[in-house]
């Protein structure tokens, strides 16, 4: 069994920052890419960033420049810096991964609440 778990939203300011963190634990032999997906109400989910397993790294233009993606192997951990957030930025950010162990799995989080009030 594979389990992702999401910590690090909240409630910040416009301008604010917000580290977000997801921890990949169970049985693992290997993770290929990771990445952070939001959903607004209302919106569908979409892609915010994506790292690839050598460090490779893409973002969606609404964020680049503010928002950075890392991992740590090691820990099996992948973070999202997110900077000078907006409004618009509000939404649950799932973490996602591709997960070699029993199999490979496209595994999902439970999400976390992000609020950028104005």
């Known amino acids: 069994q594979v389990q992702l778990v999401e910590s690090g939203g909240g409630l910040v300011q416009a301008g604010g920052s917000l580290r977000l963190s997801c921890v990949v634990s169970?049985?693992?032999?290997?993770?290929?890419?990771m990445g952070w997906y939001r959903q607004a109400p209302g919106k569908q989910r979409e892609l915010v960033a994506a790292?690839?397993?050598?460090?490779?790294?893409n973002y969606a233009d609404s964020v680049k420049g503010r928002f950075t993606i890392s991992r740590d192997n090691a820990k099996n951990t992948v973070y999202l810096q997110m900077n000078s957030l907006k409004p618009e930025d509000t939404a649950v950010y799932y973490c996602?991964?591709?997960?070699?162990?029993?199999?490979?799995?496209?595994?999902w989080g439970q999400g976390t609440q992000v609020t950028v009030s104005s």
């Open positions: 169970g049985i693992i032999f290997s993770i290929d890419a």
């Open positions: 790292i690839g397993s050598g460090g490779s790294t």
């Open positions: 996602n991964a591709g997960i070699y162990g029993v199999g490979y799995r496209d595994a």
